[in-house]
T-cell receptor
């Protein structure tokens, strides 16, 4: 069974631009979560989508948004990029329950210049 | 709200020595606890998890962890370190009211010396 895939793997943008990252979950998984990983702040939860609805949201500004499609694929968008948005963005998928394992993708490395 | 504290951002051991990575959690409700490993330029891989039942949990690659409610701890151990164990390790907690949201500790970088 294929794992979680994320595209693109690497991205370079400049301040003020916007970016869209994509995540394809493991087949059959209905929950997709996004995390931001930086050296200074560690791993921080962005949001979770389940059955096309945002089920949970972390403490990030409104510039960070996401959505989920009917096939469970998810995208996250960051508008008006700032230097501090440079990070590894990780996507994770799971079946649905709170005890379920979250499987992580390899991440998208975003660099903002 | 739940939280996780990992004691020691860097741990160094010799090959063949015991590995002990410490994790303490804070949660007002019964938690689900996880250990993940991250190799350079990769995502997170699950080592093991505690949900309910047996408090000693065995995971992949010879790792295990024990859930101790009285100490609010979930330390990760491996009897004999291997060079391939060098990586960053993250402890995480999830509670039933937070959906699939994981709250992670700061991570522990494990170095294995020959």
């Amino acid at each position: 069974k294929a794992g979680v895939t994320q595209t693109p793997r690497y991205l370079i943008k400049t301040r003020g631009q916007q970016v869209t990252l994509s995540c394809s979950p493991i087949s059959g998984h209905r929950s997709v979560s996004w995390y931001q990983q930086t050296p200074g702040q560690g791993l921080q939860f962005l949001f979770e989508y389940f059955s096309e609805t945002q089920r949970n949201k972390g403490n990030f500004p409104g510039r960070f948004s996401g959505r989920q499609f009917s096939n469970s694929r998810s995208e996250m968008n960051v508008s008006t990029l700032e230097l501090g948005d440079s990070a590894l963005y990780l996507c994770a998928s799971s079946w649905a329950g709170v005890a379920d394992t979250q499987y992580f993708g390899p991440g998208t490395r975003l660099t903002v210049l | 709200a739940q939280s996780v504290t990992q004691l020691g951002s860097h741990v160094s051991v010799s090959e063949g020595a015991l590995v002990l990575l410490r994790c303490n959690y804070s949660s007002s409700v019964p938690p689900y606890l996880f250990w993940y490993v991250q190799y350079p330029n990769q995502g997170l891989q699950l080592l093991l998890k505690y949900t309910t039942g047996a408090t000693l949990v065995k995971g992949i690659n010879g790792f295990e962890a024990e859930f101790k409610k009285s100490e609010t701890s979930f330390h990760l151990t491996k009897p004999s370190a291997h060079m391939s164990d060098a990586a960053e390790y993250f402890c995480a907690v999830r509670v039933g009211t937070s959906g699939s949201r994981l709250t992670f500790g700061e991570g522990t970088q494990l170095t294995v010396n020959p």
